[in-house]
């Protein structure tokens, strides 16, 4: 897996969990976006096979999850919120789009970034599946972890078989920094990827 260069603190899971309906919206549309973005570099790289059918399997566990958090929702009385942009994949994305604008060097920023926000994820899951005082947020987030540990690990396995190690290392120490300064500049909210809470 890459590298979290920064720890999140467990008073962001404390917050978090004051508004478990607004994480869990967050959240839904997190894993929409994950599907979105495989089918995304499926469709840019349909000549690279064992990449689309990697990917392909992911677009389907991420809906799988989408469906299960969904249905957590609804169970609450919830409804899915409009999902607004998240400035945590934004800042990633735009990190990316600076500069890289070979078709190669962009496939190998994207699959490390993927990587950055699965292991942040798994991160934060692990954070929630102990702390959260609700009992069905934790049990979601135990259940979770596995796969986003897998999809985590994934990312840069793909990179690895797709481009030279040395090549992979020196663009993930990089994307790694970007991920950690982006991170702590961000604001709290009932976010799967938001800043930290500040104290008092």
């Not at 469906?67 to 400035?87: F, M």
Request: aromatic letters at 4%; proline letters at 6%; one cysteine or more.
């Amino acid at each position: 897996m890459l590298r979290l260069r920064s720890v999140t603190p467990p008073a962001w899971a404390e917050a978090v969990c004051r508004e478990p309906l607004a994480l869990l919206s967050d959240h839904a549309h997190c894993e929409l976006r994950a599907a979105a973005s495989s089918q995304a570099l499926i469709n840019r790289h349909t000549a690279r096979t064992d990449l689309c059918d990697r990917l392909a399997a992911v677009a389907v566990e991420e809906m799988s999850h989408f469906r299960q958090v969904l249905a957590l929702i609804d169970e609450r009385g919830g409804t899915l919120q409009p999902g607004p942009p998240s400035p945590y994949v934004e800042g990633l994305l735009a990190a990316s789009r600076r500069e890289r604008t070979d078709r190669d060097d962009a496939l190998l920023d994207r699959l490390l970034i993927a990587g950055l926000i699965e292991a942040r994820s798994l991160e934060r899951f692990e954070l929630l599946a102990v702390l959260a005082p609700d009992a069905g947020l934790r049990a979601l987030y135990a259940d979770l972890g596995p796969s986003e540990r897998g999809h985590a690990a994934l990312f840069p396995k793909l990179a690895r078989t797709h481009f030279d190690g040395a090549r992979v290392d020196q663009r993930a120490e990089a994307l790694e920094e970007v991920e950690a300064e982006l991170l702590a500049r961000l604001d709290f909210a009932p976010r799967m990827h938001s800043g930290a809470p500040t104290a008092g």
